[in-house]
């Protein structure tokens, strides 16, 4: 069975900190992508970023990076210099295999104030 | 170039009505799946439709049935309503033939409340 945990249920700093989110999965498939979403008030989900399991490089990408580590099934998420607009729920989630269905986690709520 | 759109985007049913969501994809794509998500949850994959077929289904009772049609638009009904169907319902649309690989781009949802 596959299994996303986000174990932060909600974090909340002052603008400009560096703030991480957690992700642990679960898959036996060798095979599987990691995604993270951002869910604003708006509701909709904004696609940040995707990474396959033979892709262990580390990427930034502007005040976002992503740690993958595949020996401890993480899939880690930091903002640098965090700022209100930051403020929103953060997804990670996992498909495995040829189909493109996600498994979610429960989501870290991100709360910047100013 | 419209992403996709919801309709409605807030309703109100009681115990035992049924309700239809509707879902135009992203120009472009030619499936949809549907998700819900419970309040303070991630979101749940109901199903996703292909070529007018339902080609995959997550672990939901067949009171939640769906259809796509030849625009590749869809429609989430629900019968018999819960309360616990109380939810906002997301539609993601992608181009087949990534599989895992695929982005799915997602719609603000329709938020169903159920009294």
């Known amino acids: 069975a596959q299994k996303v945990t986000q174990a932060q249920t909600e974090i909340s700093v002052v603008e400009k900190e560096d703030v991480t989110l957690d992700c642990v999965y679960e898959?036996?498939?060798?095979?599987?992508?990691l995604f993270w979403y951002k869910q604003p008030p708006s509701g909709e989900l904004v696609f940040l970023i995707r990474?396959?399991?033979?892709?262990?490089q580390n990427e930034i990408s502007g005040r976002y990076s992503w740690n993958f580590q595949k020996s401890t099934s993480s899939f880690n998420f930091t903002i640098t210099a965090s700022q209100v607009v930051d403020s929103a729920v953060y997804f990670c989630?996992?498909?495995?295999?040829?189909?493109?269905?996600?498994?979610f986690g429960t989501g870290t709520r991100l709360q910047v104030f100013p | 170039d419209a992403g996709v759109t919801q309709s409605p985007t807030h309703l109100i049913k009681t115990r035992g009505q049924q309700v239809t969501l509707r879902c135009s994809p992203k120009?472009?794509?030619?499936?949809v799946s549907w998700y819900q998500q419970a309040l303070g949850q991630g979101p749940q994959f109901i199903f996703q439709?292909?070529?007018?077929?339902?080609?995959q289904r997550g672990n939901f009772p067949d009171r939640f049935s769906g259809h796509q049609f030849p625009n590749y638009s869809s429609e989430l009904n629900v019968n018999a309503l819960l309360l616990g169907d109380s939810a906002l319902y997301l539609c993601?649309?992608?181009?087949?033939?990534?599989?895992?690989?695929?982005?799915?781009?997602f719609g603000a949802g329709s938020r169903l409340t159920v009294l």
């Open positions: 898959t036996r498939d060798t095979t599987y992508y």
């Open positions: 989630a996992l498909s495995v295999g040829l189909t493109d269905k996600l498994i």
């Open positions: 993601a649309s992608s181009l087949a033939g990534r599989g895992g690989a695929n982005v799915l781009t």
């Open positions: 120009s472009g794509h030619d499936t």
């Open positions: 439709y292909y070529e007018e077929e339902e080609r």
């Open positions: 990474r396959n399991s033979f892709d262990e």
